[in-house]
């Protein structure tokens, strides 16, 4: 997890290696509502389709974001979601073209009030 860690500049960070995509988003999604019960998880509709499912499996509340015809989450959706003050995690699709990817980070790491969960 260092060395991941260090290849972004993170001197700070918590995680670990699992077996799969699915696995990773059923144990960020459990980490989500056990640090906020009762919160929504909100995620692009780009997002891979594992995330709502096991947000229902878990019994957390899942809003879907639209997104443009490049892939990219609707920021201003996304800000009226976060406004509403019962969103616990945004789980946004780090993917692809990359000038895209650094911007959307960038707004994303602004959305005051909500934890970034990242997945490829
Ligand atoms: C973001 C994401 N989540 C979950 C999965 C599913 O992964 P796995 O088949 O390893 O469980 C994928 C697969 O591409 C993925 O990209």
Same mark, same amino acid.
């Given at each position: #997890?260092?060395?991941? %860690? ?10 670990? &290696?699992?077996?799969?995509? $699915? ?5 960020? *999604?459990?980490? %989500?509502?056990? *640090? ?7 995620? =692009? ?9 096991? /947000? !229902?499996? &878990?019994?957390?509340?899942? $809003? =879907?974001?639209? +997104?443009?015809?490049?892939?990219? #989450?609707? #920021?201003?959706? *996304?800000? @009226?979601? *976060? ?8 789980? !946004? ?5 990359? !000038? +895209?990817?650094?911007?959307? @980070? ?7 009030? %909500? $934890?970034? /969960?990242? !997945?490829?």
């Amino acid at each position: #997890m260092a060395h991941i %860690a260090g290849m972004f500049g993170w001197t700070e960070f918590l995680g670990h &290696l699992t077996s799969g995509g $699915t696995q990773a988003n059923l144990e960020a *999604l459990w980490v %989500a509502g056990q *640090l906020a019960p009762g919160r929504r998880i909100v995620g =692009s509709e780009q997002a891979h389709y594992t995330h709502q499912r096991i /947000s !229902s499996v &878990l019994k957390l509340e899942y $809003t =879907s974001i639209a +997104a443009d015809r490049r892939g990219r #989450m609707d #920021m201003e959706a *996304l800000e @009226s979601e *976060l406004r509403k003050g019962d969103v616990s995690t945004v789980v !946004s699709r780090w993917a692809p073209p990359p !000038s +895209a990817r650094w911007t959307r @980070s960038t707004r994303l790491s602004r959305c005051a009030g %909500a $934890t970034a /969960s990242a !997945s490829t």
